[in-house]
């Protein structure tokens, strides 16, 4: 069976390439499994020399690398180009960790216990479309200065950076078999992965729903697990904040990468008595936002695939277009930024990860009523709050349950902090200073003394 990879923006085919069955993907964890003996006794400055080398490999190809997942994510150049750099960063990021990654020594009765921080072994990682090589590098970084072999499975939308990054690898050094990449569908390489007895962890981002597939199969050899899941972020927009801003941000905030990101802010709390003023606002900023050909300066490209429009538009059946945005005609998975609304908390449009450019607003009087509405539904991953007021700032912060909260700002995600959801959004953090525990096991070892 072939991939056929498309360009979202034209439809045409950028690729075609033979999907991993699952005996490949059996082959590529035989790959890491006799890769990992030698990999973990690797020197730590010398894990972190070709984290270094890897960053500055994918530098050298940022532009052809940018060029490819703008293509074929449909993601604008600009952001793409960002996302690549970011990608160096983060190898850059976990090279630094190696060295750091210590242990400590435990004074107890009789002896001295001391802790070490061992790899796992294979790690599966299993990563979503739309940021394919920024997230890859999320697992990636802290999974190989731990110390493990990697298999990742990116998307089967859009494996290709993926497939470069496993040539990039070899290229500044990497031993065969440290850093294997099987591009495969879900269903068939995916469980594979999540399957096979001599995988140690599964490293997973994408929809709940197959977060929880995953999680249930996983149990069966009882493999280690960290899940990042789906999301229904809210901003919540108080009287007293500079409106013009916050409305300023939205359309970055929900239409940024077409709405395809797992903080999207697609539930806009605003209080009622500042309602006319932040849509008058708001109408201006989706107005100016440009879409159009990815290649080019735009703000949003297309969604990703004709079957992923079809499930955003069912969205828009039945519900109050407040503003819209233009979007152009004719090939390409287009569709237009739109803010719907005002809708009820517990409408569907409120409830459910719609995942394409679509946000709704949501009137509210009080402080606790806008916390319950934002902390009323199975997630709980990213969110903003808008206000002048300090105190309530910081008190709505600690009363959201939300993994990643910003203040006056729509920003989510930073390679040096920890990032991962509550509730149904998913369990572990990636990222920060702490993400290789995640792919570590803690061992403790005991010396007798007395
Ligand atoms: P998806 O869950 O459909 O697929 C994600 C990956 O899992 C792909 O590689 C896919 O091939 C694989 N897969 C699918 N079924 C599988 C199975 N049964 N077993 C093993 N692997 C399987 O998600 P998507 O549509 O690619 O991405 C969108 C979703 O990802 C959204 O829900 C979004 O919120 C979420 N996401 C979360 C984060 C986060 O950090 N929390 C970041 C980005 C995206």
Known sequence: MNLTILEPATESVLKEIPAASAADVSAAVARAKSAFPAWRKVVPAERARLLRALADGVEQHLE????????????PI????????????VFRYYAGAVERLTGATIPV????????????????????????????SWKLGPALAAGNTCVLK????????????ELIALEVGFPSGVLNVVAGTGLEAGRALVDHPDVAKIAFTGSTGVGKDIATRAAQTVKRVTLELGGKSASV????????????AVPSSVFDNSGQDCCARSRLLVHESVLDDFMNHLS?????????????????????SAAHRDRVSQYLEGAEIALEGDAPNGRGFWFKPTVLGPVSPSSRVAQQEIFGPVTCVIPFKTESEATEIANGTIYGLSGSVWTRDGARA????????SGALSINSNSSVRYSTPFGGFKQSGYGRELGPNACDAYTEEKTVFIKTE
């Not at 002896?111 to 479309?129: D, Q, R, S």
């Not at 927009?237 to 300023?248: K, L, V």
């Not at 910081?394 to 349950?401: S, Y």
Request: hydrophobic content about 55%; cysteine-free.
């Open 64 to 75: 052809r690398l940018a060029r490819l997942e703008a293509r074929n994510a449909g993601k």
């Open 237 to 248: 927009i108080f009287e007293d904040a500079d409106i013009a801003a916050a409305a300023a």
């Open 284 to 304: 201006i900023a989706v107005k100016a936002w440009r879409v159009g050909d990815p290649m080019t300066d735009v703000d949003m490209g297309p969604l990703i």
């Open 78 to 89: 600009s952001g793409a180009r960002w996302e690549i750099g970011a990608v160096a960063g």
């Open 394 to 401: 910081l008190r709505m912060a600690r009363a959201l349950d």
């Open 109 to 136: 009765a009789g002896g001295v216990a001391m802790t070490f921080k061992e790899p796992m072994g294979v790690v599966g990682l299993i990563t979503p479309w739309n940021y394919p090589l920024y997230i890859a």
């Open 154 to 165: 990116p998307a089967e939308l859009t494996p290709l950076t993926a497939l470069e990054l």
